[in-house]
């Protein structure tokens, strides 16, 4: 079969289809639909870089793949690994915008941190991804990329064990190209991760929040609070000023009676802003009455912000305010570092201005 050869960068990535568009497609070719399953294990269970490998497919198929579809069109242009074996890629897409992804691992667990959107819009102000504003939402092929990248780092006998999406990016401000992604490797026969292993982190947005809650699906739902009242909280994450923390926290009440997952709050420890113990006490006051998990993020150092985090005795007080009203909580573990592990900060540097 004769086909025209598109620059592979211009294909479309074969894992931006749905099972059921990828039979379509087969059929197309004169193919059966349970090719759909032998081509969605190769992609996502035995870690192909090439079409040619799928060598169960009829020598035609492969062909035809690789003729109208792309497997990794973007370029890792860096590729750290830190002291405790995180590693993080930057990707640079077909229009040469930038993203990241990283791979953290710990004894039992696999994590992988995805990004959604080139820039983020919300501009919080400890954060290098919100600096430059946003570009453009990610594609779920491109979303889905990340993941795939990320899991042919890992050694044969190593799987991805947890998907947050936590990188660059507002990830319920594209949620028509998150969910499909997520969807897609939540099926059996793709990485097959439960959806209970997944996590969407949210600034807040109720809507979205809620139309989450809506689609019937068991992620878990992150909120990034940072701040306990409302004039610090617009202060550290400016999109608040037009939403207010009792939407927010209303519609994650709305998110855990529809799912029943618990909500985890993300408060990112910033030295002498957010961490005073009246901070700790007002937020145990929000988030008493609620099924509720804390999870406390010293700050991660951006060389072009002013924030530090907190000395380690100044968190470990305000995680003891939390326990004392009885909200469970934990400080997350440091991961990478000693590379740029901050959110958005590989990409500002590739964009000229970072350090
Ligand atoms: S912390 Fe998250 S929501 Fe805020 S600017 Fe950074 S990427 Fe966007």
Not at 235 to 249: A, F, H, M, T
Not at 252 to 257: K, L, S, V
Not at 276 to 289: N, S, T
Not at 317 to 336: A, E
Request: proline content about 6%; overall charge neutral; charged content about 25%.
């Amino acid at each position: 079969m004769n086909l025209p050869v598109l620059p592979t960068a211009l294909l479309p990535r074969v894992y931006e289809l749905t099972p059921d568009e990828l039979a379509a497609w087969c059929r197309s070719h004169g193919a059966t639909p349970y090719r759909v399953d032998q081509i969605r294990k190769w992609i996502f269970g035995k870690r192909i870089t090439d079409f040619a490998e799928m060598h169960d497919l009829p020598a035609a198929l492969r062909q035809a793949l690789a003729a109208e579809f792309s497997l990794f069109p973007a370029e890792v242009v860096r590729h750290q690994v830190s002291a405790d074996r995180t590693e993080k890629l930057l990707l640079k897409l077909d229009d040469g915008e930038f993203v990241e992804c990283v791979l953290m691992r710990e004894e039992d667990r696999r994590t992988i941190c995805l990004s959604t959107q080139v820039g983020c819009a919300m501009g919080c102000v400890f954060c290098a991804s919100g600096m430059l504003g946003v570009k453009r939402n990610l594609t779920t092929g491109e979303i889905l990329e990340q993941v795939l990248r990320l899991d042919r780092l890992l050694p044969l006998a190593e799987r991805i064990t947890n998907v947050v999406i936590m990188g660059i990016g507002e990830p319920l401000a594209n949620l028509k190209n998150l969910l499909p992604a997520l969807d897609s490797l939540n099926l059996k026969g793709g990485m097959g991760i439960g959806a209970r292993r997944i996590t969407i982190s949210t600034v807040g947005l109720p809507d979205r929040i809620r139309e989450l809650a809506l689609t019937d699906r068991q992620y878990n739902l992150a909120v990034s609070l940072h701040a306990p009242n409302d004039e610090l909280r617009t202060k550290l994450v400016p999109v608040n000023k037009n939403i207010g923390i009792d939407e927010i926290l209303a519609a994650a009440d709305y998110h855990f009676q529809k799912t029943g997952r618990r909500v985890t709050y993300e408060y990112v420890l910033l030295s002498g802003v957010n961490d005073r113990p009246e901070h700790a006490q007002q937020l145990a006051g929000l988030l008493k009455p609620r099924i509720a998990h804390v999870n406390l993020i010293p700050m991660n150092g951006v060389t072009e912000l002013p924030f530090v985090e907190p000395t380690a005795p100044r968190t470990q007080d305000f995680l003891s305010i939390l326990k004392q009203f009885g909200i469970p909580c934990s400080v997350r573990k440091r991961k990478g570092a000693d590379i740029d592990a901050a959110c958005g900060q590989l990409r500002l540097q590739a964009e000229g201005r970072g350090a």
